[in-house]
Every structure is written in C-alpha cells, then in structure tokens.
C-alpha cells in the first residue's frame, strides 16, 4: 500500500510539471517575438475560437436557459415562504454567476472542445504530422498548442459571460409566469447584488479554465505514442483529469476571494 501510494504520487508529481512546462512553453511563444508563420498561427487562432466560441452558442444558451429558470423558480418559491423574498438577487448571483455559469461552460468546452483537441493532436501523432512538422524545424508548440491555448481562452470567457446573462435575464423571464417579482425590481436587485470584483473573478475562472483545458487536451494528444487505439485511451484520461483540475481551480479561486 505504501508503495503503491509512494508511486502514484511520483506520477502524479510528474505529470502536473509535464502539464505545468508545456503551458509555460506555450506562455513563451505567445509572447516571444513574431517569426515566420504568424498569420498561421493567428488563423488557427480563429479557426478555434469559431468552433469553441460561435458554434457552442446554441447548447450553451439552451443550458444556461434551463439552469436559470431552474434556480430562479426553486429560490423565488422559497425564499418568500422564510421571509427572505429579497435575497433572490443575491442567490441568483452567487450560484450562477459565481459558481454555475464558468463551471459549467467549462464542462461543456471540455466534452465539446477538449475531446476535438485532444483527438486531432493525437491523430496527427498516429499519421507521423507531428514527426514531419519537428523534422521541418516547426516548433510544435508555436503552431499546435498555443494557438488552441488562446482561442479556448477567449472563446470560454466569452461563453460564460453570454451564459450568465442568458441565464439571469432569460431565466428570469421564463419564470416570470410563476413569480410575482416585477422585472425592475429584479434587475435592480441583480445590480446591488453583483460586484465588479464578481465579474473579475468570474472572468479570471474562466481564462484559467480554458488555459487548463487546453494545455491538458494537448498534452494528452502529444502524449499518443503511434497506435491508433491511443487516442481514445488519451481522450478520457485527458477528459477525467481536465475536469478535476477545473474543479481544483474553481475551490482554490472561490476560497481565496470569498472565505
């Protein structure tokens, strides 16, 4: 038993500085000095931001619609039967701004976006892309990794502040049909409720979300040795401890701002 939890933890310790080294080489080439190949990258960039970004709008607006509706009926029935009706504000935003709205985005790049990262690296791994692209003298990281990097950064932050205000404004409106609370009464509750250092930290989760969803989806694809049955292996190894680390980040980050 000893052993065994000697060498998981030796694993464990190797693997986080794996991870850690590949998203600090990344950090290096995003602001190293432009070199050839930048309008590549910068499309690559944009190529990920639209698959991330754009064409997760439709899922996460649905769910951020139901989940909103969810939580504003459940307290807005409540909360008036203890007497404490004014609190809706302050519950809608500490569980959805707070805590549901990047966590949840999150999950959804990582099952969405994540697998497509990780699989398609290690796809390329398995067809020898990789190999050609090191042989060229290509740095793999410059044109592979931190253009995935910063396109699931900005593409995330983005999606979490547009499921927070579907989820607020339009949770609201759909349950407006079994609440008595007038919409202005709402908002203005919504507004004394929510801090700026609110929408700062939900904007710091989120960018740390997508910075670890990237790096680990990437590094799991690289990881691909040469066999075609890798990479499903790699994809739910890169999947389980993406969403790990996401929840580590989010305890760590609500704990250092909130207790």
């Known amino acids: 038993m000893i052993a065994w939890t000697g060498r998981k933890t030796v694993e464990g310790v190797a693997y986080a500085a794996d991870v850690l080294f590949l998203g600090y080489l990344a950090f290096k080439e995003l602001f190293s000095p432009a070199r050839r190949g930048r309008h590549e990258a910068l499309r690559t960039i944009a190529r990920q931001v639209l698959f991330t970004g754009v064409d997760a709008?439709?899922?996460?607006?649905?769910?951020?619609?139901?989940?909103?509706?969810?939580?504003?009926?459940?307290?807005?029935?409540?909360?008036?039967?203890?007497?404490?009706?004014e609190l809706l504000?302050?519950?809608?935003?500490?569980?959805?701004?707070?805590?549901?709205?990047?966590?949840?985005?999150?999950?959804?790049?990582?099952w969405r976006s994540g697998t497509a990262m990780c699989t398609e690296l290690g796809n390329m791994r398995v067809g020898q892309e990789i190999d050609g692209l090191e042989a060229m003298g290509i740095s793999v990281v410059r044109f592979l990794v931190m253009p995935r990097m910063v396109g699931a950064i900005v593409a995330i932050i983005c999606l979490t502040v547009y499921f927070d205000l579907v989820a607020v404004?339009?949770?609201?409106?759909?349950?407006?049909?079994?609440?008595?609370?007038?919409?202005?009464?709402?908002?203005?509750?919504?507004?004394?409720?929510l801090s700026i250092a609110d929408v700062v930290i939900t904007i710091v989760k989120s960018a740390l979300f997508g910075l670890t969803i990237a790096v680990i989806c990437c590094h799991h694809g690289l990881a691909v040795a040469g066999s075609t049955t890798e990479v499903p292996q790699q994809n739910s190894r890169a999947m389980l401890n993406t969403v790990a680390a996401c929840l580590v980040l989010d305890i760590i980050v609500s704990v250092s701002f909130y207790a």
């Open 57 to 85: 709008l439709p899922v996460v607006g649905a769910l951020a619609l139901m989940l909103g509706l969810i939580v504003i009926i459940q307290a807005g029935l409540a909360l008036p039967q203890v007497g404490a009706g």
């Open 89 to 110: 504000a302050h519950i809608v935003v500490v569980a959805l701004v707070r805590e549901l709205g990047p966590l949840l985005t999150a999950f959804i790049v990582v």
């Open 169 to 193: 404004v339009g949770g609201f409106l759909v349950a407006k049909v079994k609440l008595t609370v007038p919409f202005a009464v709402y908002l203005a509750g919504i507004e004394d409720a």
